[in-house]
């Protein structure tokens, strides 16, 4: 089941958007402030945002460049082209003014998901080195090929979608529970620990950075 973060503090509107989404089969997560919208994506990876610009607390533009790997639907009142432009610059997958006809929210949330799923099958992710096919499903560190188990390449491939960005490990066990429904939070540990070990056994170094109490990144150069 998909996931959507609903990032409005318009409760009428949030609710309305909330009705429509679980009837379209989606689940929904809601925030109310920009503050609220940053502590929930610390604890939750949706799959797309809905983003209200007009938030108390962070405003939905001091939200939007904290986001990253998630296709954001600017949702907003302001219909200035300029305003449209900047955000479309800034990284929002699209943007829909208000009021809004529902089938046409409905119609451009089915767009980015066939987007972003399509961008997560095809292609390659890279970083110092490593390149992990994500057609083929195989990974390589400075041209040499690397055997993962199924865990350890759905661990990877998150972590390289979102080479900067420190997951916890609640969202890396929400992410990859669809392809290894058997992990669990205690054997979280010990996967990434395999998977570390074989990046550093043919890379010479660490590739994954452990964030004390919090969960796991990209480890730069």
Known sequence: MKKIAVIDD????????????????????????????VYLLKEHRPDLI?????????????????????????????????????????????YITKPFDTRELLAR???QLRMA??????????????NLDTARHSLSVNGQAIRLTRTEY?????????PKQVL?????LDRISTDTPDCTESSLKIHVSNLRRKLRETGGR??????????????EE
């Open 109 to 111: 949330i089915d767009v």
């Open 10 to 37: 318009d409760i009428y509107i949030g609710d309305m958007v909330e009705e429509i989404l679980k009837k379209e089969g989606y689940s929904v997560l809601r925030a109310y402030s920009g503050t609220e919208a």
């Open 50 to 94: 809905l983003l209200d610009l007009m938030l108390p607390g962070l405003t939905g533009e001091q939200v939007l460049p904290l986001v990253q790997g998630i296709p954001v639907i600017v949702v907003s009142a302001k219909a200035d082209v300029a305003d449209k432009v900047k955000l479309l610059r800034d990284g929002a997958a699209d």
């Open 154 to 162: 759905a661990i990877l491939k998150l972590l390289l979608q979102n």
């Open 168 to 172: 916890t490990k609640s969202v890396l």
């Open 117 to 130: 799923a399509s961008l997560g099958t095809c292609g390659s992710l890279t970083f110092g080195g490593l």
């Open 206 to 219: 660490d590739y994954i950075e452990s964030v004390w109490g919090i969960g796991y990144k990209m480890q």
